[in-house]
């Protein structure tokens, strides 16, 4: 039999000490396997080294293959090995650790070391190279972690009156500008502290893990608008606005100003007209054939009949507005008796009736609209959601943003007039450059007529005609470019819907664009909307 896997192997250290070599002496026939030798290792106390396995495999081989007796290496001893790798913005560093095989262990000390030799100075986490010397073992284990900066606040307004004015549009989700949201103004007296400046931060540096200071990023810088009206900054503080007059305080972007204020019981012939740069308050009613005229808000309590209002902010009345008589006369012209509200920000009113609008943000209207001629850049607003109330009546009614309302229309056949999406302005300009194109057509025409008979002409008035013509037709070329960008233009703002809450009676108008349609027997609940040049009406 051959002899045990012990007694075939003669085992020794290198010279160095470092590895494990077997005498392989010629023989004819060897019985040795890869398991046997490893086996022997671990009976010779060598286990826990590093096995060269290539050599391992091709040792019972070499036994049968050489002629001379030769030392072949089949383990080594091998050290432990640690790694450091830091990121590239030195806000890390991680260890690798690969565990001894027979060598020498590592210490925390040489764990520090380690991360001294890199220059690992910040952030080092004790406790992560305890667990990792421990285990003997890591795997781009985190070992030091750097501080990140913290930017700095830019800088912001804060109010000091939580009642204030805010004139500044707000913009809903979808872009729109909301102006419901109007209370009555709130007067200050002077030297009232009213808007404060908080500063810029400028932040917080970080570290990183090798001691490196890493800039934060200041905040932005804001000024108060310039100038401001009725105001003044605190002698002690620069930061902070008071109130220099008595009025309304009224918020604007990056800054407050005080709007002088009229407080009236009524406006009527004891009054008589008012012009008034601030806000005008009326604690009455403004009678008919009265006028306000106001750089800033009114507000009136009661009613408005057949009265002018026109602000330079927001208008609202608490109860109505009621005029008389028709909206247009036979010539065209508005009704003597009507009530007129122009603002250049938003109108509000519990109801409207006989009355001209104009509005450059929002029309709020809780109960009623009747035979009204409305035009906003914003959108109308008649009725609340879910409520029974918010009827319009007649009339004719332009909203560039859109119409939402209860009810519109009526059994009676009352002639309604919806338009959405285009505003008054641009469908003007629309309609003169068509009416142009056609008087141009009309010219180019007559002059191209008139050289069909150029051979009974004067030269002198033929080459006059067709300088004449060259020019119409330059000019004709230069109008259509014009009318097709309005066009154009036309088509990307038709993002504009006329919704109704309850119904929309037979006979009502509806314009969306350049499309018009007529409501032919009543409908319930839903919405208008252009959808591929049509205008569809969709149930909710």
């Known amino acids: ?75 080594e001893k091998r050290d432990a090995e640690m790694t450091l790798t830091i990121s590239s913005n030195e806000l890390t560093a991680q260890l690798t650790l690969t565990p001894a095989r027979g060598g020498e262990t590592v210490s925390e000390a040489d764990v520090f070391a380690l991360l001294t030799h890199n220059n690992v100075t910040q952030g080092i986490i004790p406790s992560a190279v305890a667990q990792a010397v421990s285990a003997q ?25 939580p009642e204030i004015t805010d004139r500044r549009p707000k913009e809903n989700s979808n872009g729109s500008v909301d102006y419901r949201e109007i209370s009555m103004f709130f007067t200050v007296k002077p030297d009232t502290p009213l808007l404060r400046k ?99 808000d009114i507000f009136v309590a009661g009613t408005v009949e057949g009265a002018t209002l026109e602000a330079g902010g927001n208008i609202k009345v608490n109860k109505g507005v009621i005029g008389r008589g028709e909206l247009r006369q036979q010539d065209n012209t508005p009704g003597a008796s009507l ?10 009113a519990r109801f409207v009736e006989n009355a001209m609008i104009e509005a450059h943000g929002d029309v709020m209207i809780d109960e009623l609209l009747a035979h009204c001629e409305v035009v906003t850049e914003g959108t109308l607003m008649v009725g609340k959601d879910k409520a029974k109330k918010g009827h319009i009546l007649g009339g004719s009614i332009t909203a560039v943003r859109g119409i939402k309302a ?25 309609d003169q450059a068509r009416e142009t194109i056609i008087v141009k057509c009309a010219e180019r025409d007559k002059v191209a007529a008139l050289l069909k008979r150029s051979t009974q002409l004067p030269a002198e008035l033929v080459a006059r005609a067709r300088a004449t013509l060259l020019k119409s037709e330059a000019e004709l070329k230069n109008l259509i470019v014009q009318r097709d960008a309005i066009q154009q233009q036309i088509g990307q703002d038709i993002n504009a819907r006329i919704t109704i809450g309850l119904r ?37």
Do not use: C
């Open 406 to 430: 209860q009810v519109v229309g009526s059994g009676a056949g009352v002639r309604t007039k919806l338009e959405a999406g285009i505003s008054r302005s641009l469908r003007k300009d629309l």
């Open 504 to 540: 929309v009676h037979d006979g009502t108008t509806v314009l969306l664009g350049e499309k018009t349609l007529t409501v032919d027997r009543e409908r319930g609940p839903g919405t208008f909307t252009l959808s591929e040049g049509e205008i569809v009406y969709t149930p909710h």
């Open 1 to 75: 039999m051959p002899p045990a896997p012990t007694e075939k192997l003669r085992m020794q250290l290198s010279p160095n000490g470092r590895r494990v070599q077997v005498v392989v002496e010629p023989r004819a026939e060897v019985t040795l396997t890869p398991n046997d030798i490893l086996e022997q290792l671990k009976i010779m106390g060598y286990g826990d080294w590093a096995v060269l396995k290539e050599a391992v495999t091709k040792l019972p081989k070499l036994f049968t293959s050489i002629r001379e007796p030769t030392l072949a290496d089949i383990a």
């Open 198 to 296: 908080i500063p810029l931060t400028i932040g917080t540096a970080g570290t990183s893990v090798t001691g490196k200071i890493i800039p934060a990023t200041p905040g932005r810088d804001l000024s108060f608008s310039a100038p401001l009206s009725g105001v003044k900054y605190d002698a002690e503080d620069k930061d902070l606005l008071l109130s220099a007059i008595g009025g309304q305080a009224v918020m604007i972007e990056h800054g407050v100003r005080v709007e002088p204020v009229i407080e009236l019981k009524d406006v009527d012939l004891s009054s008589g007209n008012i012009d008034f740069d601030g806000t005008v308050n009326v604690g009455g009613d403004v009678a008919s054939g009265l006028r306000i005229r106001t750089s800033g």
């Open 137 to 161: 073992l890591a795997d781009q284990v985190l070992v030091a972690q750097g501080t990140l900066p913290i930017d700095g606040e830019d800088a912001r307004f804060e109010s000091q009156l």
């Open 339 to 348: 009530a007129r509200l122009k603002a250049e920000g938003s109108i509000q």
